[in-house]
């Protein structure tokens, strides 16, 4: 059993909450909208993932960096946390360029 993967990723997680809460771009502009896009987005693809493994398409291959722990048959606990952050990063990058745009277009006569 390895934690190697699952701290890679809530490293990640957290590097992006640190850049959330400086630019205020997402959890700190509306926490609780934010955090249904985000449960929406995370079921929406662990229901996708189960999808693909009742075809036969997906499946756990043999990896060291695991923990071992599976949320169903062939659906490990890291794809959960790899879809949060998935979703986090998308929503990041999706205001992210929002703000952007908006300051933009402000500077323009």
């Given at each position: 059993?390895?934690?190697?993967?699952?701290?890679?990723?809530?490293?990640?997680?957290?590097?992006?909450?640190?850049?959330?809460?400086?630019?205020?771009?997402?959890?700190?502009?509306?926490?609780?909208?934010?955090?249904?896009?985000?449960?929406?987005?995370?079921?929406?693809?662990?229901?996708w993932d189960l999808a693909g493994i009742a075809a036969g398409v997906f499946f756990r291959g043999a990896?060291?960096?695991?923990?071992?722990?599976?949320?169903?048959?062939?659906?490990?606990?890291?794809?959960?946390?790899?879809?949060?952050?998935?979703?986090?990063?998308?929503?990041?990058?999706?205001?992210?360029?929002?703000?952007?745009?908006?300051?933009?277009?402000?500077?323009?006569?």
């Amino acid at each position: 059993m390895s934690l190697l993967y699952l701290a890679a990723l809530l490293v990640s997680l957290l590097g992006m909450v640190v850049l959330d809460a400086r630019f205020g771009l997402f959890f700190w502009r509306s926490p609780r909208r934010a955090a249904l896009v985000v449960a929406a987005g995370v079921l929406f693809f662990l229901a996708w993932d189960l999808a693909g493994i009742a075809a036969g398409v997906f499946f756990r291959g043999a990896g060291p960096l695991l923990t071992g722990v599976l949320l169903a048959p062939e659906l490990p606990l890291e794809e959960a946390f790899f879809l949060a952050l998935l979703c986090y990063v998308t929503m990041i990058a999706f205001c992210s360029a929002a703000r952007l745009l908006e300051r933009r277009s402000g500077e323009r006569p």
